[in-house]
């Protein structure tokens, strides 16, 4: 971990999958278990004193376990693919919004925007040009959720992007 | 007393999670309405009646702030309760929704906060205290 943002985007998000599915993630020094499956990706942005985005990666195969402790479904019943969605979309919604006041105080106002699942499964290839603030990785049974954190500090960033 | 509630949130997964916290926190419940957006939350408004609003504040169309203004200019309406139940960090915006009169519950949230709440804005009592 060495970006800026690195510890509270773990911590946020290993608080989140705990508080909203009792979902905890393995010890950060374990080996990730093998990845059979494909990664589903959402992004949301947000606008305010600075803009940015952050995007979240997991597992296909977490998402059932991620909805059905959402929404307390019985043990052994799948929630339907379109609540599956809605469930990670919340998950990187609540991620977002516990973060921004850590990393940019409390008397700031942010618009964060409906989080979007990214159909081609990864982040954009124009975000490979940038810098990211930050980045964490919480391993799960399933596999590894990835989080990646960028800002545009420009002190016009808000009013351009209103 | 049993409550009619309006659950105004654009994550059907939340509005359904709200609904089972409800019942967990054994919430006397008559009807449970949805709503995907302010907007839609005001139609539900205009067409049942409602005792209380529980709403997330960052929705497309109309957002829970401005539903908020239009709930509070509406003389019907002016003195219903609301819970804004949302990710929201930032104290001044929280403080400005306080101002209008809403509480505010901080996503995630355990149950027994949503019991609590409930029962302080409506004035029923909890099922087991009952």
């Not at chain 1, 510890?7 to 946020?12: I, N, Q």
């Not at chain 1, 990864?122 to 590894?144: H, N, Q, V």
Request: hydrophobic fraction near 45%; include cysteine.
């Amino acid at each position: 971990m060495n970006n800026k943002y690195d510890e509270e985007l773990y911590r946020v998000a290993e608080e989140t999958f705990a508080a909203l599915a009792f979902i905890m993630p393995l010890d950060p020094e374990d080996e990730a278990p093998d990845e059979t499956d494909a990664g589903i990706v959402a992004s949301v942005a947000f606008t305010g004193e600075f803009r940015g985005i952050l995007f979240l990666s997991v597992p296909a195969g977490l998402l059932p376990e991620l909805s059905a402790n959402m929404l307390g479904a019985e043990d052994g019943v799948e929630p339907p693919i379109d609540q599956q969605r809605d469930a990670f979309a919340e998950a990187l919604n609540v991620i977002c919004g516990n973060l921004l006041p850590i990393i940019a105080g409390t008397e700031v106002i942010f618009d964060v925007h409906a989080p979007e699942i990214l159909a081609d499964g990864r982040i954009p290839d124009e975000f490979e040009r940038y810098e990211s603030a930050g980045s964490a990785t919480l391993i799960f049974d399933t596999g590894k959720a990835e989080l990646v954190i960028f800002v545009d500090n420009k002190p016009d960033a808000a009013e351009s992007a209103a | 007393m049993s409550l009619n509630i309006l659950i105004v949130d654009d994550s059907t997964v939340v509005r359904m999670s709200i609904i089972r916290v409800l019942k967990i926190a054994e919430i006397p419940l008559d009807n449970v309405f949805q709503a995907a957006n302010g907007q839609e939350g005001l139609d539900v408004l205009e067409d049942n009646w409602i005792d209380m609003v529980l709403a997330d504040i960052n929705m497309p169309v109309m957002n829970g702030e401005e539903m908020i203004e239009k709930i509070r200019a509406n003389p019907m309406w002016k003195d219903m309760p609301i819970l804004v139940i949302s990710t929201e960090g930032s104290k001044t915006r929280i403080e400005r929704l306080e101002q209008k009169g809403a509480k505010f519950i901080h996503k995630p949230f355990p149950p027994e906060t949503i019991r609590e709440v409930i029962c302080e804005m409506t004035g029923i009592k909890h099922e087991q205290q009952v």
